[in-house]
Antibody, heavy 120, light 110 residues
Framework: EVQLVESGGGLVQPGGSLRLSCAGSGFTFSIYWMHWVRQAPGKGLVWVSLIHPDGSGTDYADSVKGRFTMSRDNAKNTLYLQMNSLRAEDTAVYYC?????????????WGQGTLVSVSS | QSALTQPPSASGSPGQSVTISCTGASSDIGRYNYVSWYQQHPGKAPKLIIYDATKRPSGVPDRFSGSKSGNTASLTVSGLQAEDEADYYCSAFGGGNNWLFGGGTKLTVL
């Protein structure tokens, strides 16, 4: 059974840092593009970032570029999102999502989400 | 402001059909067939119901169908059922490894 399990969310002050993790199981993690998507409370989905299967390439939404860094450890089947210089507007549930095979797109599997709250 | 435009709400009675639109631009929906639709129930993670504009993942009922014309993609839910009441989001490739979402449409089954 394919599973994605996020962890690492919590309450952090503005300007602080947090690292999210997403552990994958039940599939060959190393051959899939992976994405992060976030959802502010009561709001819609927003794409955050993606990473190449071997970790050689990443891309980010303009709103997080220069502050967030996505990485992966294929030996541990784990995805990461390092979030620095956090702002109140980064408050959201963060989901990791698997990329689709054979085409672009993502989201055939999602994690349960982890809540990040940025507040003083 | 979302890059893709969806109506905030839609509704229909059980058994009826409802169509939700998703309007983008010639640089995203108009250029690529990489349009997806997701269903999200309250407090749950999104679920992929359409990808590549018209394809259904395994296990998604054929009551859900997708189409695309020009800069607009559409999701049609036929034979509405109570469990279809949810939020629906479109997503599209925006070029340059960027992905866009619509603002979401709340579907109410009357």
């Amino acid at each position: 059974e394919v599973q994605l399990v996020e962890s690492g969310g919590g309450l952090v002050q503005p300007g602080g840092s947090l690292r999210l993790s997403c552990a994958g199981s039940g599939f060959t993690f190393s051959i899939y593009w992976m994405h992060w998507v976030r959802q502010a409370p009561g709001k819609g989905l927003v794409w955050v970032s993606l990473i190449h299967p071997d970790g050689s390439g990443t891309d980010y939404a303009d709103s997080v570029k220069g502050r967030f860094t996505m990485s992966r450890d294929n030996a541990k089947n784990t995805l990461y999102l390092q979030m620095n210089s956090l702002r109140a507007e980064d408050t959201a549930v963060y989901y990791c999502a698997r990329g689709l095979r054979g085409t672009s797109g993502f989201g055939d599997y999602w994690g349960q989400g982890t809540l990040v709250s940025v507040s003083s | 402001q979302s890059a893709l435009t969806q109506p905030p709400s839609a509704s229909g009675s059980p058994g009826q059909s409802v169509t939700i639109s998703c309007t983008g631009a010639s640089s995203d929906i108009g250029r690529y067939n990489y349009v997806s639709w997701y269903q999200q129930h309250p407090g749950k993670a999104p679920k992929l119901i359409i990808y590549d504009a018209t394809k259904r993942p395994s296990g998604v009922p054929d009551r859900f169908s997708g189409s695309k014309s020009g800069n607009t993609a559409s999701l049609t839910v036929s034979g509405l059922q109570a469990e279809d009441e949810a939020d629906y989001y479109c997503s599209a490739f925006g070029g340059g490894n960027n992905w866009l979402f619509g603002g979401g449409t709340k579907l109410t089954v009357l």
